[in-house]
Every structure is written in structure tokens, then in C-alpha cells.
């Protein structure tokens, strides 16, 4: 599960020339490329046939790399990069002349973040370069939290599976606005709008708790993250359908039913169940964000 200095010296040769090197982050795993080099992040986009209109979040692995990479550096970015990085946050900056427009999918601003994994770290910081990397599946599956999710969904289209382990957090970073006036939520995440605030005051969110249908940001797709097997969000005491199905079992806290939700939806979902379902957890702010995606995971019932 270790990954070898051989290893790694192998996926900095891989990014150099312009190849695709899947891995670990804390949050889920990423499918990473040169982030400078325009045709290796065509390749991702061809990989996990994903819409061109969908940008992508570039890695870093200090603050200096910033440079590269955003064109301004507010006041709010250094006060949230000072608390949460390196963690699962992207901050959304007006883009650097330097990205090419198939990063941002031609916007003129560019999702960026400070990964917590030391894999993650060791590869941009040796590669010495910027990272473009979306979650590391085919469009519309659920993201991997294993490099065997990563074999499973890519397989041979991706030129080295760097394995680091199970990710702990488990589920995509959150992704906030700090290009305009006002910062804005476009992803919630593990870290809360509750604890962005407390750092930089008032956020406006355009994630609405109560929606299955926001679409918060472009590639934020109501339906996506799906098991192939019909998936209900239950609410207690609902049952699921007709026929064979199974109701999954995850812990009651939220940190750690985050960690194992993308593994235990995967493994359900090959087991050959007519329908899968989940007990729907508390509204709270703490479960906010896996309520967005067991919404965008699930049908309605
Ligand atoms: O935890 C994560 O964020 C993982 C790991 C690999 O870092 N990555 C990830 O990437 O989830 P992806 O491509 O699956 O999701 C990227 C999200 C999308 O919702 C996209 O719309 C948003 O970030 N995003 C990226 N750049 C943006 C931009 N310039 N403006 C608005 N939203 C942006
Ligand atoms: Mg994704």
C-alpha cells in the first residue's frame, strides 16, 4: 500500500510527459495531469468521458505554486488557506494567464486546492508541477476511495494507479467562491459553510439543503455519483419497493459514515440487488454534505 520512491520517481515521468498518474487524497481519488500542459488534460477529459464544460481543480503542494496557477490572491484565500490547508477545500480564484482554457472549461476563474495526503504531496512537490485532477472515475460513477475502485472504473486508460490506502475523509472537498464580492458555496464538503464562516464571516450559498436539483456550479449535475443499482434515500420508517433489496448499514457519525459511504455503495451496487437504500441521516449542518450526495445518488421515492 506503500508507495515506493521508484514509484513515484516513475509517475513525475509519467506527468512530464504529458501521461495521466491516478492518486490518493484525503478525499477521494484524483485522476492527475500537468495542469500547464493543455493536450494531458484533454486526456482526462477523453479518459473519464466527461463534458468539456466541466473544470477541473488543480493540486498544489505549497503556496508558491499559487502563483502559477491564480491571478489574484485575496485576502479571504489567505486567511482559509491558512486554516484549512492542507485539507479538503478548493477555493475557486480568478485564473492565471498560464492555465489553459481546457482546465477551467473556459471560465475565467480556476478551482484550486492543497491536497492532505503525503502522497499527493510528494508526487506535485517532486513533479514540480501544478495538478489537474477530477475524481478519478468514468462521468456520472461514484468517486473512489481505493486504488482498486480506480482499477475497476479506468483500468488500463490511466498510465499508473499510485496506491496509498483507503482515503479517510471519503468524500469530495468542498468548493467555495472567493473570485467576487461574496464568497459563495458551490460544494459542500466536510469542512461546513459554519466553519468557512467562522474564518471569514458571512457566505452565500448556492446549495439549497432541501433541493435535489441545484445546480450549484457547472459539472454539478443533479443526478451523479450514481450506483447502477436504483438507490433510495429512505426516510424512517419508509420502505424501498417491491423485490430483493438492501437497506446499507453505516455508523452514526458523520466523519465516519463520510469514509465509508463510496465503498459501501460500490460494493452493494455489484451484488446484484433490485433496489439499495439508506436511512436518511439528521438534516443538521454536520450531515449537509452527505445529504447532497446521497440526493444526488439516489431516485425519488
Ligand atoms: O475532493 C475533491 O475535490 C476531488 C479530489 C481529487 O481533489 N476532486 C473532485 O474533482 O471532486 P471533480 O472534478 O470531480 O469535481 C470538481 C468540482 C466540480 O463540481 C466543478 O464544477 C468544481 O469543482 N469547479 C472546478 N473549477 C471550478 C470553477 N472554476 N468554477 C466553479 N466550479 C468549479
Ligand atoms: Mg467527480
Known amino acids: 500500500m506503500d508507495v515506493s520512491d521508484a514509484e513515484l520517481a516513475r509517475a513525475v515521468e509519467i ?14 481519488y484524483g485522476l492527475g495531469a500537468n495542469a500547464l500542459d493543455d493536450s494531458a488534460v484533454r486526456r482526462i477529459y477523453a479518459v473519464k468521458g466527461r463534458p468539456a464544460t466541466s473544470p ?10 499559487i502563483r502559477s496557477v491564480a491571478a489574484e490572491w485575496p485576502d479571504a484565500a489567505q486567511r482559509l488557506s491558512e486554516r484549512f490547508w492542507p485539507g479538503p477545500i478548493t477555493l475557486v480564484l480568478k485564473k492565471s494567464a498560464k492555465v489553459p482554457p481546457s482546465v477551467t472549461a473556459g471560465l475565467d476563474t ?30 456520472t460513477e461514484i468517486s473512489p476511495t481505493t486504488a482498486e475502485h480506480v482499477r475497476m472504473s479506468l483500468g488500463n486508460a490511466v ?3 499510485l496506491d496509498g490506502g483507503p482515503t479517510r475523509v471519503g468524500i469530495e472537498s468542498t468548493v467555495l467562491s472567493v473570485a467576487g464580492a461574496t464568497p459563495i458555496l458551490l ?11 467562522s474564518v471569514i464571516g458571512p457566505v452565500n450559498s448556492v446549495v439549497q439543503p432541501s433541493s435535489g436539483t441545484a445546480h450549484a456550479s457547472p459539472g454539478l449535475h443533479a443526478r451523479h ?7 433510495y434515500l429512505l426516510e424512517p420508517g419508509q420502505t424501498g419497493p417491491q423485490g430483493r433489496g438492501l437497506v446499507l448499514q453505516l455508523p452514526h457519525e458523520p466523519e465516519q459514515f ?7 455503495l460500490r460494493r452493494a451496487d455489484e451484488e446484484g440487488w433490485d433496489w439499495l437504500g439508506i436511512e436518511s441521516p439528521p438534516q443538521s449542518p454536520e450531515w449537509l454534505a452527505i445529504l447532497d450526495r446521497l440526493r444526488r445518488a439516489s431516485v425519488p421515492r
Open 15 to 28: 506527468l512530464k510527459r504529458g501521461g495521466l498518474v491516478a492518486f490518493p487524497t484525503e478525499t477521494v
Open 56 to 65: 477541473l481543480i488543480v493540486h498544489i503542494a505549497h503556496l508558491e505554486m
Open 110 to 139: 480556476v478551482g484550486i486546492r492543497m491536497p492532505a495526503h503525503p502522497v499527493a504531496t510528494a508526487l506535485i512537490d517532486r513533479a514540480g508541477l501544478p495538478l489537474a485532477a477530477p475524481s478519478a472515475n468514468r462521468f
Open 159 to 161: 498510465d499508473l494507479i
Open 187 to 197: 460544494r459542500p464538503g466536510m469542512i461546513s459553510k459554519r466553519e468557512i464562516e
Open 225 to 231: 455519483y450514481s450506483p447502477r443499482t436504483p438507490f
Open 258 to 264: 463520510a469514509a465509508r459511504l463510496y465503498a459501501e
